[in-house]
């Protein structure tokens, strides 16, 4: 999809998983200004180590969650 949609090939992919609170996610959340969120974070880089595209996914502190890694 970086391809597709930013016109750009990827060598690799960083991801990150943090909390905190974000004003922009937290008023889409319709959520208290200050509460912290889980966010799982993507940065796209190419060959030259230059950064084309990033995702940043906010998760409801409310919310159970379940992740399956398949090898």
């Keep these: 999809w970086v391809s597709a949609y930013c016109g750009r090939d990827f060598a690799y992919y960083a991801a990150h998983l943090g909390c905190g609170a974000d004003p922009d996610a937290n008023?889409?959340?319709?959520?208290?200004?200050?509460?912290?969120l889980m966010e799982w974070q993507e940065i796209f880089y190419d060959l030259s180590d230059f950064p084309v595209a990033f995702c940043d996914i906010f998760f409801r502190p409310e919310a159970d969650l379940t992740m399956v890694l398949r090898p």
Aim: proline residues 10%; glycine residues 10%; charged residues 10%.
């Design 27 to 36: 008023a889409a959340l319709d959520l208290p200004a200050g509460q912290a």
